[in-house]
């Protein structure tokens, strides 16, 4: 079972983009009840997700309206969210290092 940090900041996003919340939770729990093992694991779970280097998924939300990007250490099945936002938002960040 997957432990994902910190799902309040997923909640602070949904609250100010409802339009998000289902497609947010939708992800929250398939994260949770996965056994990622590695990126390709999640590949399987999210054809559409882009692997990126270090451990960081970003994972297209809402037909892309929106972008999470997270830091999943595999080995102690661990996710950290680093960053949720509009497509608009996601293009002025590093996803990689964010």
């Known amino acids: 079972m997957e432990r994902v940090f910190a799902k309040s900041t997923l909640r602070e996003f949904w609250e100010r983009c409802p339009d998000a919340e289902q497609y947010l939770k939708t992800w929250f729990d398939t994260a949770m009840n996965s056994d990622w093992k590695s990126p390709s694991d999640v590949k399987q779970t999210y054809a559409n997700a882009s692997v990126l280097k270090e451990g960081r998924i970003v994972f297209n939300i809402k037909g892309n309206s ?9 080995e102690k099945q661990w996710i ?14 590093d996803a990689n290092t964010i």
């Open 66 to 74: 929106y972008r999470l990007v997270v830091k999943i250490n595999f």
């Open 80 to 93: 950290f969210i680093r960053f949720i936002g509009s497509h608009k938002e996601y293009d002025k960040i």
